[in-house]
């Protein structure tokens, strides 16, 4: 049984395919069209899905949307009779915008499936897919569930209960009481672009302090005993639907908002920080409600609020939970996968077999594949044998090396195979970095990758965190040995590396401990800023020749740079070719 899944209604267009329950490959449209977040049809991950499948549109036997488009209609309905400032941005894009993503796909469909077998075609609900779909893949057989967003078709968070195939829902929020809308606000406030800077925003955070205005913050939103969010919209306008989602209110208690690349005040800094730690505190005690409720060992949480790395931490640390669960692409790119297992598990009943532990499921390239690109370009370059302790050694005397290895990750966060990688014993490191790599705020953090087997030794974290998507605390003694990885709080959104998933990254982890005595890297994704996360070599060679990387470590060959930088004077995709003008 061959499934195709879909997320393509809101932002983060994504498509899967899985093989008899086991995920064959996942893509992210961005990846291939080179617009970030882009909410544009999948038409290109669709396509490089079936290519690395190996089959065809006429194998399909299910398509899986991650949306129901008719869900909660009768509430959104309700929702704008009463607020009738909101009629035309609702209409704009509940009614406008939706008929055109349905017509895109029903076009898309009737192109492709002209005659003989045609798939059958499931729009599931837009959190089931989020909640229920992530615990389908992950490896407990039962878990408290939580799912957290700005909205799916109108509702905002999701609780309930997973055994085996079985999924109970405990009750949900509707818009616009929202955690991920409350959360946009501040980032929109803090001059970041909302729905899309939050990780700004979380970076943001430990710059200020909460106490100066958690106290009103508090006010704003909070859990009821049935677990239940509440927001008080005075301080809010994303109720109506329009661009400016703060209140006049909002700026007369908290101050005025940062314009856009404009300076970070004071105030700036400290309600980021209330913010955070109130969305931290509100969904602590969602966590503690579910944990009553179900007296679970473990909790899958999933949406695009669960990106929230330092909340996540502090669940593991805080809540009676063992252990959190979080899908590497745990936002609406991950949906695509939900919508799918949900069909697969929990709609055709089929037995659960598959863990998603391995965000290793896009595009790979050969080195016959990399170097007939090289070649093209007319870069030098040097084969090596043992590209981990070529990388390593490189690493090992400061460069900053760009890492093209294997099979591409799913997800928000580069975590070994499309990566920016550097040596996090160098104090001046981060800034280095964010100024001359990845040419952003001054202020944002790096995260390190360590082993599987000895990260604890650096790291006061109990469990894995294997999709950098838990944030813990640098041991006090080890604060000084891997600064340009440790925030200004003392803290790191950590990767736990697995030998058996993926060898190489590991590899030069282990190499770099060998020369220098301290086996963590400094990981970040392969972009610059405002760009997607490179996803073939004419990617990687056309960002390592526009920033100040070192080295490029792509397959087993290495490229360097002189110590006069190289420019890129063209890049042309259309005959494939980069030409370099020294």
């Known amino acids: 049984m061959i499934i195709l899944g879909l997320n393509y209604y809101f932002h983060d267009s994504t498509a899967c395919v899985i093989k008899d329950g086991k995920l064959i490959a996942a893509i992210e449209e961005e990846r291939l069209s080179r617009v970030k ?28 949307v991650s949306i129901k488009p008719t869900a909660h209609w009768f509430k959104k309905s309700l929702y704008v009779l009463k607020n009738l400032r909101s009629f035309m941005p609702f209409f704009g894009h509940h009614v406008v915008n939706a008929y055109a993503k349905q017509r895109r796909f029903k076009i898309w469909y009737s192109n492709n499936f002209t005659s003989g077998k045609k798939p059958k075609v499931h729009f599931i609900e837009h959190h089931l897919t989020h909640v229920a779909g992530t615990f389908f893949v992950s490896p407990y057989k039962e878990a408290a569930l939580l799912g957290i967003d700005g909205s799916g078709e109108w509702a905002t968070t999701w609780l309930g209960y997973g055994k085996d195939n079985a999924i109970e829902n405990y009750g949900q929020s ?13 980032t929109q406030f803090c001059g970041f672009i909302p729905n899309y800077d939050e990780g700004k925003t979380m970076g943001l955070a430990p710059m200020g302090d909460p106490s100066v205005f958690e106290d009103e913050v508090k006010k704003m939103i909070w859990v009821t005993e049935k677990g239940e969010v509440k927001v008080d919209l005075s301080y809010f306008n994303f109720q109506h639907l329009i661009k400016k989602t703060y209140s006049e209110k909002f700026i007369k208690i908290f101050g005025e908002p940062r314009a856009p690349k404009g300076e970070f005040k004071k105030h700036h800094l400290d309600l980021a920080a209330a913010f955070q730690k109130v969305l931290e505190e509100r969904v602590l005690e969602l966590c503690q409600l579910l944990h009553k409720k179900t007296n679970a060992d473990y909790l899958v949480i999933s949406g695009g609020v669960s990106l929230n790395s330092v909340m996540n931490g502090r669940i593991v640390r805080e809540t009676p939970f063992k252990d959190v669960y979080v899908m590497p692409a745990a936002g609406d790119n991950g949906t695509a ?41 007319k870069l030098q370059f040097r084969k090596v044998e043992n590209i ?34 550097a040596n996090p014993a160098f104090p001046q490191m981060k800034d280095k970095i964010n100024s001359e790599v990845k040419f952003r705020e001054a202020y944002r953090p790096f995260a390190p990758s360590a082993l599987k087997e000895s990260y604890k030794e650096y790291f006061e974290l109990e469990v894995e965190a294997p999709f950098m998507l838990k944030v813990c605390q640098v041991k006090e003694d080890k604060k000084e040995i891997i600064p340009a990885v440790t925030h200004v709080d003392g803290s790191a959104r950590l990767q736990t590396v697995d030998k058996n998933i993926h060898p190489l990254y590991h590899g030069v982890i282990s190499e770099l401990g060998e020369i220098t005595g301290v086996p963590v890297i400094l990981n970040t994704s392969f972009n610059i800023q405002g760009e997607p996360v490179v996803e ?9 020749y526009s920033t100040g990387l070192d080295a490029l470590c792509i397959g087993s060959y290495i490229l360097e740079k002189e110590v006069t930088q190289e420019k890129i004077s063209v890049y042309n995709s259309n005959t494939d070719s980069i030409l370099v003008d020294q």
């Open 37 to 64: 977040h882009t909410g544009a049809f999948p038409e290109k991950a669709i396509q490089r899905c079936l290519d690395t499948a190996g089959i065809t549109f006429k194998d399909i036997d299910h398509i899986a």
């Open 174 to 186: 509707f818009f616009p009481n929202s955690f991920g809308s409350f959360y946009e606000t501040v």
């Open 337 to 377: 996968l939900g919508a799918a297992y949900y069909l697969y598990n929990g709609i055709l009943n089929k037995p659960r077999t598959f863990v998603h532990d391995n965000p290793y499921v896009g595009t790979s390239y050969s080195d016959e594949e990399i170097e007939k690109v090289i070649n093209g370009a």
């Open 388 to 421: 981990t302790k070529e990388a390593a050694k490189l690493l090992a005397t400061g460069k900053i090396i760009g890492w093209f290895q294997g099979k591409m990750e799913i997800g928000p966060r580069a975590l070994g195979s499309r990566s920016i990688l």
């Open 536 to 544: 073939s070599p004419h990617d990687a060679i056309r960002c390592f």
